[in-house]
T-cell receptor
Framework: DTGVSQDPRHKITKRGQNVTFRCDPI?????LYWYRQTLGQGPEFLTY????????KSRLLSDRFSAERPKGSFSTLEIQRTEQGDSAMYLC????????????FGPGTRLTVT | RKEVEQDPGPFNVPEGATVAFNCTYS??????FFWYRQDCRKEPKLLMS???SGNEDGRFTAQLNRASQYISLLIRDSKLSDSATYLC???????????FGSGTRLLVRP
């Protein structure tokens, strides 16, 4: 399968715990985006990378959130000290700069904070 | 005010019907425009890009009105498989980050 993959698909955690999600983009895609989607809403932009550089972070991304893309390939999104309000679907998307900029989404990681 | 606004619906239509969705965007500097489709508990998938000249893909027609800052999607001859949430999306800068509306839910009944 050459699409975007995300792991885990589901995560249930207790409030206050740390969680980390992984995204593997399509191999030749140099841009990688993270979005968050809550029930009844469209996805909201969190951050994006061009290669290994994190070029923009949304104001939604509090200091409890950190994202990395160390070698310009896969990316991780970590949430520290989770809160119930962090419960959402976390979506990763990738694209190749200079093409049509169509973003291909992974299946998402559904986080439930209890 | 949200950057992209859509009627949440649901639009409940019989098979074979024609249905139209509109959305409005607030940033006049918006650069690119799209309709994405999202099935229940699945990821969004690009349905079509939207151009000022309008574009058609089979039963789907999209229009962009930059002066009024609205985007439309017309679905002709609705199929049961068209049941989904349709997300209106814009980009505003060179990041190409997607700015989504909340989506319009379509239910096509037999």
């Amino acid at each position: 399968d050459t699409g975007v993959s995300q792991d885990p698909r589901h995560k249930i955690t207790k409030r206050g715990q740390n969680v980390t999600f992984r995204c593997d983009p399509i191999s030749e895609h140099n841009r990688l985006y993270w979005y968050r989607q809550t029930l009844g809403q469209g996805p909201e932009f969190l951050t994006y990378f061009q290669n290994e550089a994190q070029l923009e972070k949304s104001r939604l991304l509090s200091d409890r959130f950190s994202a990395e893309r160390p070698k310009g390939s896969f990316s991780t999104l970590e949430i520290q000290r989770t809160e119930q309000g962090d419960s959402a679907m976390y979506l990763c998307a990738s694209t190749r700069q200079g093409t049509t900029y169509e973003q291909y989404f992974g299946p998402g990681t559904r986080l439930t904070v209890t | 005010r949200k950057e992209v606004e859509q009627d949440p619906g649901p639009f409940n239509v019989p098979e074979g019907a024609t249905v139209a969705f509109n959305c409005t965007y607030s940033n006049s500097a918006s650069q690119s425009f799209f309709w994405y489709r999202q099935d229940c508990r699945k990821e969004p998938k690009l349905l079509m890009s939207v151009y000022s000249s309008g574009n058609e893909d089979g039963r789907f027609t999209a229009q962009l009105n930059r002066a009024s800052q609205y985007i439309s999607l017309l679905i002709r001859d609705s199929k049961l498989s068209d049941s989904a949430t349709y997300l209106c999306v814009v980009t505003v800068d060179s990041s190409y980050k997607l700015i989504f509306g909340s989506g319009t839910r379509l239910l096509v009944r037999p």
